[in-house]
């Protein structure tokens, strides 16, 4: 089964969600401290993006649309990023 680029943005931002609650940080207060980018075309944010994405219809679901399927690779790559940074801290604190 495949997936467009909008559904792995969903994904990818639910992953992130999970990863700083886990780590008992603020969503943006995490992506901005493990480098990912919060706003990747620097006026919306992910967590914009994602809410359009769900809950609007128009233009603004739309651009978050067109934002998502652009930026979903990168938040991806990211992603694998912040894990592997993740990982490492574990492994040199035990």
Same mark, same amino acid.
């Given at each position: 089964?495949?997936e467009?680029?909008?559904?792995?943005?969903?994904?990818?931002? #639910?992953?992130?969600?999970?990863? =700083?609650?886990?780590?008992?940080?603020?969503?943006?207060?995490?992506?901005?401290?493990?480098?990912?980018?919060?706003?990747?075309?620097?006026?919306?944010? #992910?967590?914009?993006?994602?809410?359009?994405?769900?809950?609007?219809?128009?233009?603004d679901?739309?651009?978050?649309?067109?934002? =998502?399927?652009?930026?979903?690779? #990168?938040?991806?790559?990211?992603?694998?990023?912040?894990?592997?940074?993740? #990982?490492?801290?574990?492994?040199?604190?035990?």
């Open positions: 089964m495949d467009d680029n909008v559904d792995r943005f969903l994904h990818y931002f #639910i992953t992130l969600e999970m990863l =700083a609650s886990l780590l008992e940080k603020k969503f943006e207060e995490f992506c901005n401290k493990t480098g990912v980018a919060y706003r990747p075309d620097s006026r919306h944010g #992910i967590k914009w993006v994602r809410n359009k994405l769900l809950h609007s219809v128009g233009e679901k739309e651009k978050a649309a067109e934002l =998502a399927d652009k930026f979903a690779s #990168i938040l991806g790559n990211e992603i694998f990023h912040v894990i592997k940074k993740i #990982i490492e801290k574990l492994c040199h604190n035990t």
